[in-house]
């Protein structure tokens, strides 16, 4: 759902007025789920107890928090969890792992960060089967084709599989520089586009280079940062 239309279910199931809640907060408890209607439903029964201030502050424990049991219901309808788990059971070992790997990004990514952090046959097999089963999402332009996965299902991942932390920061320790350096040329527009689009990435990968003794490549990032 967009953010009007979340923001609605969220209130209606909650039993709010849009008058009597700060809508930013709502808007923005929507936009950390995705707009995924069962999270969204199951966040509102929460405000039974929680103010929204308070249900925003404690979503980034979402997988323990989003849970009520519906009598009449599917046990995958149950909690988040539950529903990402079913969903999980039905790919393969290498599909999981895939999914894990994906994890790893912030912000979404393109395939040729995919191929370097995941394997060049594991992203060009398996990203169709997840965007297929809906696990991750795709958006294409013109010029690239990115994927990203829902906040709720990356969370899901991280716990289960280990993260590829350092292919993911040698990709975009070497691809910084690269960016950086066509800033002065002619295609400037197009590299200070590619360097705001990838921030997220580039801070993550940052982050891990300075706490696991990596300096060359927390210098290389710092400086595509600043």
Excluded at 169 to 198: C, D, K, N, Y
Excluded at 212 to 226: D, K
């Amino acid at each position: 759902l967009d953010i009007e239309a979340g923001r609605a279910l969220l209130l209606e199931r909650g039993g709010l007025s849009p008058d009597s809640v700060d809508c930013s907060v709502a808007d923005a408890v929507v936009a950390e789920l995705d707009g995924l209607p069962l999270a969204l439903e199951l966040a509102a029964a929460r405000l039974d107890v929680c103010s929204l201030p308070d249900l925003l502050r404690r979503l980034p424990r979402r997988l323990a928090l989003l849970r009520k049991t519906h009598a009449g219901r599917p046990a995958r309808q149950w909690s988040l969890e539950a529903a990402i788990q079913w969903s999980w059971d039905l790919l393969s070992e290498s599909q999981r792992t895939l999914l894990g790997g994906c994890a790893v990004f912030v912000g979404g990514f393109d395939l040729a960060a995919a191929e370097a952090v995941l394997g060049e046959m594991a992203a060009l097999d398996g990203l169709p089967v997840l965007v297929s089963a809906s696990l991750v999402q795709r958006s294409s332009s013109e010029s690239t084709t990115r994927f990203h996965l829902h906040r709720s299902i990356a969370a899901f991942a991280r716990e289960r599989v280990k993260l590829h932390h350092s292919q993911h920061m040698r990709w975009f320790a070497t691809q910084a520089p690269v960016w950086t350096a066509a800033i002065h040329g002619r295609a400037s527009s197009a590299a200070w586009s590619q360097l705001e689009l990838e921030r997220d990435n580039l801070q993550a990968a940052f982050s891990y280079a300075t706490t696991s003794g990596h300096a060359a490549e927390a210098v290389a990032l710092a400086t595509a940062l600043h």
